[in-house]
């Protein structure tokens, strides 16, 4: 008589048993279905289910989204969000990255891989659904450093592979072995909210920045569709960094200006942002500020008081004059002017004003 098949949920209960028995239960888990990675890089998110075969929606259905690790390799698969941001960073083979990107920045994409499993959040390295070139359907391709490199056969296959290559280092681990860190998704991931705010308030982006403690040191929310830092973030006064790259910014409060230990603000790629609040210039400990492709047209004479801004990005900005305090800001170290319309001469004037500092040019 023929082997009866072992369907993948009962695998992988198998291995995981036998990685908890001789490692210990902190060699296995389950991510939270819900859980919001920081990043979302582009607003216009993928329709996956297409891309997602049958047997891995099954396995789902039956385990979750759970992570496995032994002392030789580890495997976690990502929630629902998880494989919208790591699928939207992930690139297409044969395909220049730049063109790829500009597709789904307008949202005109049609995506051909998601990724749907991870061993680490480096270079997004991992596996991805997608079809196979020989027309068998869709298929599982290893993922190395964002782009697809291999095929590796349907998805059953596929894991009976990993899981038996994972219980064979089992069967030689040593006694005391620790099992390898997995996919650190949760620490990556968006706090839960764990107070409840009253219902005027606990709306757009002030309930987001509201799930993160006031001490905390990086916020970062690039591409995520925020439309406006709210005042809130005049509360974080131990921050560092604030990265807010791509989020459709309009405007920026005053109260940022309390961040006085802000090191490195990113505010590029927000079209909307024409002007920045004076108060930026309280920022005493900037170091480095970010601006490019930004709407903004000049620059507030307060940030004469940055006396530890190193590094300053204009690139493909409107400004059609040279904003008069960058003449007074001979700390500057690097200063992107590129895709600007600046004078001629008013750049030779700004170079002779700043002669340490490396001028970005067209």
């Not at 020989?134 to 998805?155: A, K």
């Not at 601006?291 to 507030?300: D, F, I, W």
């Not at 590094?311 to 992107?336: G, K």
Request: proline letters at 9%.
């Amino acid at each position: 008589m023929p082997k009866k098949s072992v369907s993948p949920p009962t695998q992988w209960k198998k291995v995981e048993k036998q990685a908890t028995k001789v490692l210990g239960k902190g060699s296995a888990g389950r991510y939270p279905e819900d859980l919001e990675p920081r990043v979302v890089p582009f607003s216009a998110a993928p329709d996956v289910a297409p891309l997602l075969p049958a047997e891995y929606v099954e396995f789902i259905g039956a385990l979750g989204y759970r992570w496995l690790s032994t002392s030789e390799s580890t495997l976690g698969f990502l929630p629902p969000r998880w494989r919208v941001s790591l699928s939207q960073q992930t690139g297409v083979p044969d395909r220049r990255w730049n063109e790829v990107r500009a597709e789904r920045e307008a949202g005109t994409h049609t995506y051909s891989f998601v990724m749907f499993a991870a061993r680490d959040l480096d270079d997004v390295n991992g596996f991805a659904f997608g079809q196979g070139t020989q027309g068998d359907g869709l298929v599982v391709w290893s993922v190395e450093e964002s782009l697809p490199v291999e095929e590796l056969g349907p998805f059953s296959a596929w894991l009976t592979e990993e899981l038996g290559s994972m219980a064979e280092s089992l069967e030689g681990a040593e006694e005391g072995a620790t099992s390898l860190e997995p996919p650190d998704l949760e620490s990556a991931s968006l706090p839960s909210a764990k107070k409840k705010v009253p219902a005027a308030k606990a709306k757009g982006a002030f309930a987001l920045f509201d799930r993160f403690p006031r001490d905390a040191k990086e916020l970062l929310f690039n591409g995520r569709k925020l439309g406006a830092l709210p005042p809130v973030i005049g509360e974080f006064t131990e921050l560092e960094s604030l990265w807010v790259r791509t989020t459709g910014l309009q405007q920026v409060p005053p109260e940022l200006g309390r961040l006085t230990k802000l090191k490195r603000l990113d505010l590029s790629f927000n079209p909307s942002l024409v002007e920045i609040p004076p108060e930026l210039g309280n920022l005493e400990s900037l170091e480095s500020l970010d601006l490019r492709q930004t709407g903004v047209k000049t620059l507030p004479d307060s940030l004469e008081r940055l006396r530890r801004l190193l590094y300053l990005d204009l690139q493909s900005t409107p400004l059609t004059t040279v904003p008069p305090v960058l003449f007074r800001m001979p700390w500057l170290r690097a200063l992107d002017l590129y895709s600007t319309t600046l004078p001629p001469q008013e750049l030779e004037q700004l170079q002779r004003a700043l002669p340490e500092c490396k001028l970005g040019v067209n």
